[in-house]
């Protein structure tokens, strides 16, 4: 599909972020060299009329966006994830995008109900409400289960949301090549790439069954948090294009008059709401990534109830080590730790000074440090860091991109709580503990058990490698060369770790 057609659907967008003034605002974000620039406003200026007007109240890029539709504000919350690709002032006016469009209808959502859970909507619920909240990939209806009487909450796809958003999607693949055969001092933002994350954090967020299954997997991890709450899936009653998740019942996080009045502490919210964000990243390292005050309300018991599973976050437990390091470090104002796990974990190259590179970091942190409680941001600490790195050669991690997006948004939702907290001090303990845990003595023993359990997995396939080798060698007759003596040395080495790992993980057993 990614052919001529998409002409025209470049056209339509190039005029809307014409009329709306969006065009130099996203060009200026991205750098794009001049000859961007003119294709760009040669495919918007001459059809300006063909454009969208759009809500004239919002910033340029918001407004152009939402005009453009589902696929356009959801391409606008992903790059809002990518400060690095489209500049801070940009990213921060996309984080506002609102995903309040216009609702499709009950008699719609009842009818994807049915097609997608094989009975009739009267069977499995007996209230279903007009829809509450409308995103651009969905919208949720309040209802009531029939068999148990429970209050739930039903996602529904939009109908035909797949089709449109493939659509343009195809029409983002078709203006990324352009760039890509057209602008090659533009390829350094690597377009064809940003739209294929794109693609795939769309395709994720269309089958619901994933979303449901992240919902799973961070309530099977944060069980037994306390102070937390999830609402719970129901598996029976959801499938690719319908969720349904218990009622999350509570006074919204952002509303403090609300909080005051039913009695609940902001300042223990405030604490609790970051500690619960740093646990999950670093413990379990899968961690909820759209952590605003719309996705979170306090139960009556004071328990922060979070919802809404379409963006998770995953680092790896390598990652998670380096960043607790990198924390830690930061805390104890030790630049040179922090500098040297940078280089240990090969995100800086190795031919760069290191003790320059710690000089550049103390001159990130100092300033920080040096602010009253209000002031010592850690996600201000990681946006500088980003900067920091990327001078000294350090390629972008997406993965820490969306860790730092989230916590900045994490921080912002406590310091609405409770201006006066000071991060670090709330950081300080959780980042301690999971050091203790991940790269004390206990973890190192841990490391040697899980090394020793998969070396035990050779043990069967051992007999057989030393004796192909030695019958290698019988049949040649001839004397070893030195790649069968290497084959016999691996086999004899292999069968000593193996059995020195089939012991360790017996002794741990026993």
Do not use: C
């Amino acid at each position: 599909m990614r052919g001529p057609h998409n002409i025209w659907r470049l056209i339509r967008t190039g005029a809307t972020l014409e009329r709306t003034g969006a065009m130099n605002v996203v060009l200026d974000a991205f750098e794009a060299p001049k000859i961007l620039r003119i294709i760009a406003h040669t495919l918007g200026a001459p059809f300006m009329w063909l454009g969208y007007k759009g809500d004239t109240s919002m910033p340029p890029a918001t407004r152009a966006l939402t005009a453009l539709g589902p696929a356009y504000i959801k391409f606008g919350q992903i790059l809002s994830t990518r400060p690095d690709l489209v500049g801070d002032d940009l990213a921060i006016q996309l984080r506002v995008l609102q995903d309040k469009l216009p609702p499709f209808s009950r008699d719609q959502a009842i009818a994807e109900v049915e097609k997608e859970l094989g009975q009739p909507w009267d069977e499995l619920f007996s209230e279903f409400s007009e829809p509450i909240a409308a995103a651009s990939i969905a919208q949720v209806h309040k209802a009531r289960v029939l068999a148990t009487g429970q209050e739930v909450a039903v996602k529904v796809l939009r109908p035909g949301i797949e089709r449109a958003f493939r659509r343009d999607v195809d029409a983002f693949y078709f203006a990324a090549r352009i760039v890509d055969l057209f602008a090659p001092g533009a390829r350094r933002l690597k377009p064809m790439d940003v739209i294929e994350h794109f693609d795939g954090v769309v395709q994720g967020e269309l089958d619901l069954r994933l979303e449901s299954a992240s919902a799973s997997e961070f309530a099977a991890n944060t069980q037994g948090d306390e102070g937390f709450q999830l609402p719970e899936i129901q598996w029976p009653l959801s499938a690719r294009r319908v969720m349904t998740l218990g009622w999350a019942d509570g006074v919204a996080l952002g509303d403090n008059a609300a909080l005051d009045a039913a009695g609940h502490d902001r300042v223990v919210l405030a604490e609790r709401v970051m500690r619960l964000f740093l646990m999950h990243a670093l413990r379990d390292g899968f961690f909820h990534a759209d952590m605003h005050q719309g996705n979170l309300k306090v139960a009556a018991n004071g328990d922060i109830i979070a919802y809404d599973f379409g963006i998770m976050g995953h680092i790896d437990e390598y990652t998670r080590r380096v960043y607790a390091e990198i924390l830690f470090g930061f805390i104890r104002r030790d630049y040179l730790r922090v500098a040297k796990v940078h280089f240990e974990a090969g995100y800086v190259p190795a031919d760069r000074d290191v003790d320059e590179f710690a000089r550049a970091l103390r001159a990130v942190g100092e300033p920080i440090f040096g602010q009253n409680a209000t002031g010592i941001s850690m996600g201000k600490l990681l946006t500088y860091l980003f900067e920091v790195t990327e001078r000294f050669g350090m390629e972008t991690r997406t993965e820490l991109i969306l860790l730092q997006r989230t916590m900045v948004v994490v921080e912002g939702v406590a310091r609405s709580l409770n201006p006066e907290i000071n991060i670090w001090e709330v950081a300080k303990p959780v980042v301690e503990d999971y050091i203790k845990g991940a790269i004390g003595p206990k973890a190192i023993l841990s490391d040697l058990t899980r090394t020793a359990r998969v070396l035990a997995r050779f043990g069967p396939r051992l007999p057989g490698l030393v004796e192909a080798a030695l019958m290698a060698q019988s049949n040649t007759g001839e004397p070893k060369p030195r790649t069968r003596r290497r084959t016999i040395a691996w086999a004899v080495l292999i069968g000593v770790l193996t059995g020195a790992g089939i012991t360790l993980a017996l002794a741990m057993v026993l």
